[in-house]
């Protein structure tokens, strides 16, 4: 990959992270509800995370990684992604969600005992810190947030790291304007607010919604992924809202010192022109920044090239 160019005031990103979302596999390869190719919507996915050369520092999956949380499904996900993660030099961050089990998700991802206890970690990505929370509920859809998960939050907490923390977890602590993600919320959020109101939390990374979303809790700023499986059609009034096989998508979040950018990237083949390139770039950086403003800002009359 090229080295980053500077064209404007931001340095480049010290982090960019690659944020994938509910993938809902099936042992065996099935078809999600009969009709859904999960297993080809997650390969397109992984291919176009390939073609974003973006040097990641993690890939993320923030839930709902096996859609009955079956064995297979777990070994087929991390056979489909661990070579991905690979190839770009970068560690896997498996998040629990409501669909998943505990016990088979600990031993076919994490090679640890089938338990019932909570999936969480920390990695430390060249000082940029990274929390995964386990929401999930055992035997439940909505999520939660027990006082020994929560304590232990806090406790991770106490020394801020040098490029600050993301919080990575499935049920995000943000409104739904689809009333049937409100009966699946995230439970005991002002608990976790006060944990981490005051911290080094810069982010969160969520998903369970199947669409992209954005909005701040205790003032940081909250970002949803959508889904790899299938997402939700919020074209259509919020009752009638139900998903469709499009719009699926990944996002990358590339963390700078003083803020973080949350791109949604769609996984789909369209015509795309060939103006811009690495070749552009190069050019661009030959020139001083007046000669680019000149260049690429200036307006140009009509009928001229």
């Given amino acids: 990959m090229a080295a980053p160019y500077v064209f404007g005031r931001h340095a480049p990103a010290s982090h960019v992270i690659v944020h994938v979302s509910d993938p809902h596999l099936l042992a065996g390869g099935a078809r999600l509800g009969g009709v859904y190719d999960v297993d080809s919507t997650l390969a397109v996915t992984l291919q176009a995370i390939r073609r974003a050369q973006a040097s990641p520092s993690a890939i993320v999956v923030t839930g709902d990684l096996a859609d009955l949380g079956e064995p297979d499904a777990y070994r087929r996900l991390r056979a489909a ?11 896997v961050v498996w998040v629990a969600g409501n669909h998943d089990e505990r016990p088979a998700m600990r031993e076919h991802l994490f090679d640890l005992d089938a338990t019932e206890q909570p999936i969480t ?4 990505l060249d000082g940029l810190r990274l929390i995964a929370l386990d929401t999930t509920v055992p035997g439940w859809h909505h999520g939660d947030l ?8 806090r406790e991770q907490l106490r020394e801020p790291a040098p490029h600050g923390t993301l919080l990575a977890m499935h049920h995000p602590p943000l409104p739904s304007h689809l009333p049937l993600f409100d009966i699946l919320e995230l439970r005991h959020q002002d608990e976790l607010a006060d ?3 005051g911290t080094d939390v810069r982010g969160i990374l969520a998903g369970h919604l199947h669409y992209s ?6 003032g940081i700023p909250v970002s949803v992924a959508s889904a790899t499986c299938y997402t939700m059609n919020v074209a259509r009034p919020a009752l009638e809202v139900n998903g469709m096989d ?3 998508s990944f996002q990358l979040a590339h963390v700078h010192s003083d803020t973080i950018t949350h791109t949604v990237v769609p996984v789909v083949e ?4 060939e103006y811009f390139s690495a070749e552009w770039a190069e050019k661009m950086a030959q020139l001083t920044a007046e000669e680019r403003l000149e260049v690429f800002s200036r307006k140009r009359p009509r009928g001229t090239a």
Avoid: K, M, N
């Fill in 81 to 91: 992604v661990e070579p991905v993660a690979t190839e770009l030099g970068c560690p």
């Fill in 121 to 124: 970690g920390v990695w430390d």
């Fill in 146 to 153: 027990d006082s020994q998960q929560l304590e232990w939050l």
């Fill in 195 to 197: 944990v981490i109101r």
């Fill in 213 to 218: 979303s954005h909005g701040t809790f205790a």
């Fill in 246 to 248: 499009a719009a699926q």
């Fill in 270 to 273: 369209a015509p795309t022109g």
